[in-house]
Structures are given as structure tokens and as C-alpha cells.
Nanobody
């Protein structure tokens, strides 16, 4: 059973913006701290940002000031607004609880930053 469904990825030029969405089951959305993660080719998955039920947020240093995580409680959806994108942001982006739960991983959404 898929717990998270990510969408919104695509190809964007350096300096561009994208907004990713992650839909979750209500029981998970209301229970866990939620976060975005990413995995670049040949690299380990890394944590990007998190948001608590009280909307407190935290970011990895690599994206601080460029990415914004938010949540819509009515839609059980978490968003990641990405701006000033760099080629090194290229990765598959996924959402999960924080810390991650193994059987919650979805397919993720590919973000490619290239000229």
C-alpha cells in the first residue's frame, strides 16, 4: 500500500523554480513529522526539509534560503517550493516521515536541473 504519492517534478533550467507535491493518507499526515528527501545518481539518499504538525520547519544547509516546505492540512498534502535551482539539485525527490519509515517510500518524482 503506497503511503505517499509525489508529483511536480520535471526539467528546469538553472535558476528556475518548481513546486513538488506529496499526498499522504490522513492517518500518516496527522501522526508524523513529514519531510522531503532526495537521491542523486550514484549518491545516498539525503534529507532536504521537514515540517511538523505545528508547521515548524527545518532545512538542510544545502537548500536553506532556496527551498520552502509547507503543508495543507485540508488536502493531506505537503509541498516543496524550490527556487534558484542548481544542477546539483538534480535528484529523485521523495517524501516520508522523519525519521523515514521503510515501507512508506513512494515512487518519488524526478527533478532535473540542466541548461
Amino acid at each position: 500500500q503506497v503511503q505517499f504519492v509525489e508529483s511536480g517534478g520535471g526539467l528546469v533550467q538553472p535558476g528556475g523554480s518548481l513546486r513538488l507535491s506529496c499526498a499522504a493518507f490522513r492517518s500518516i499526515f496527522n501522526t508524523y513529522v513529514l519531510g522531503w528527501y532526495r537521491q542523486a545518481p550514484g549518491k545516498q539518499r539525503e534529507w532536504v526539509a521537514l515540517i511538523g504538525s505545528n508547521s515548524v520547519t527545518k532545512y538542510a544547509d544545502s537548500v536553506k534560503g532556496r527551498f520552502t516546505i509547507s503543508r495543507d492540512n485540508a488536502k493531506n498534502t505537503v509541498y516543496l517550493q524550490m527556487s534558484s535551482l542548481k544542477p546539483e539539485d538534480t535528484a529523485v525527490y521523495s517524501c516520508n516521515s522523519v525519521p523515514p519509515t521503510d515501507n512508506f517510500w513512494g515512487q518519488g518524482t524526478q527533478v532535473t536541473v540542466s541548461a
